[in-house]
C-alpha cells in the first residue's frame, strides 16, 4: 500500500547553487547533502536534488500546464508579497500571477530551469 510521496526529484547541473537557491532564496531547510544527491524539505515534504553529472540541462520548451517535466507548487499565503520578495533575490518570473477563482499562481524556473510554481489557494 502506497502511504505517501516521499519525494519528488530534479536534475541540477550544479549542487551548490541548486542547494543555495533552495535553501536561502525559498528558505527551505536543507536535509540532506552530498555532490551526487540532496534533499530539501519543507513542512515535511521534499525535494531531491540529483546531479546530473556535470551534463547541462535541456532548456524548457514550455511552462504552461502541459509541460512534461511537471511542476512543484508551493504553497504562500500572500502571493504578492512572496513574488516581490522573490524578484528582490532576482528570481525571474515566467509571466504574471494569474488570478483564477480557485487561487492565484505564478510560474518561476530554479537555476537549471526546473518548473516551480507559487500557488495561493483561494478557499
Same mark, same amino acid.
Given at each position: 500500500?502506497?502511504?505517501?510521496?516521499?519525494?519528488?526529484?530534479?536534475?541540477?547541473?550544479?549542487? %551548490?547553487?541548486?542547494?543555495?537557491?533552495?535553501? %536561502?532564496?525559498? @528558505?527551505? =531547510?536543507? +536535509?540532506? *547533502?552530498?555532490?551526487?544527491?540532496?534533499?530539501?524539505?519543507?513542512?515535511?515534504?521534499?525535494? @531531491?536534488?540529483?546531479?546530473?553529472?556535470?551534463? !547541462?540541462?535541456?532548456?524548457?520548451?514550455?511552462?504552461?500546464? +502541459?509541460?512534461?517535466?511537471?511542476?512543484? *507548487?508551493?504553497?504562500?499565503? +500572500?502571493?504578492?508579497?512572496?513574488?516581490?520578495?522573490?524578484?528582490?533575490? =532576482?528570481?525571474?518570473?515566467? @509571466?504574471?500571477? *494569474?488570478?483564477?477563482?480557485?487561487?492565484?499562481?505564478?510560474?518561476?524556473?530554479? !537555476? %537549471?530551469?526546473?518548473?516551480?510554481?507559487?500557488?495561493?489557494? =483561494?478557499?
Amino acid at each position: 500500500m502506497i502511504t505517501r510521496i516521499h519525494h519528488v526529484m530534479f536534475m541540477v547541473e550544479h549542487m %551548490d547553487r541548486a542547494l543555495a537557491f533552495y535553501r %536561502d532564496v525559498l @528558505g527551505m =531547510k536543507v +536535509d540532506y *547533502s552530498s555532490e551526487y544527491f540532496s534533499m530539501v524539505e519543507c513542512d515535511r515534504s521534499f525535494i @531531491g536534488l540529483h546531479w546530473s553529472e556535470g551534463r !547541462p540541462m535541456p532548456e524548457q520548451q514550455d511552462y504552461g500546464h +502541459d509541460n512534461r517535466s511537471g511542476t512543484v *507548487s508551493l504553497e504562500v499565503d +500572500d502571493i504578492d508579497t512572496e513574488v516581490a520578495r522573490l524578484r528582490g533575490l =532576482k528570481v525571474q518570473f515566467l @509571466g504574471e500571477i *494569474s488570478r483564477n477563482p480557485w487561487w492565484d499562481d505564478v510560474a518561476f524556473a530554479d !537555476p %537549471d530551469g526546473n518548473l516551480l510554481r507559487l500557488v495561493r489557494p =483561494k478557499a
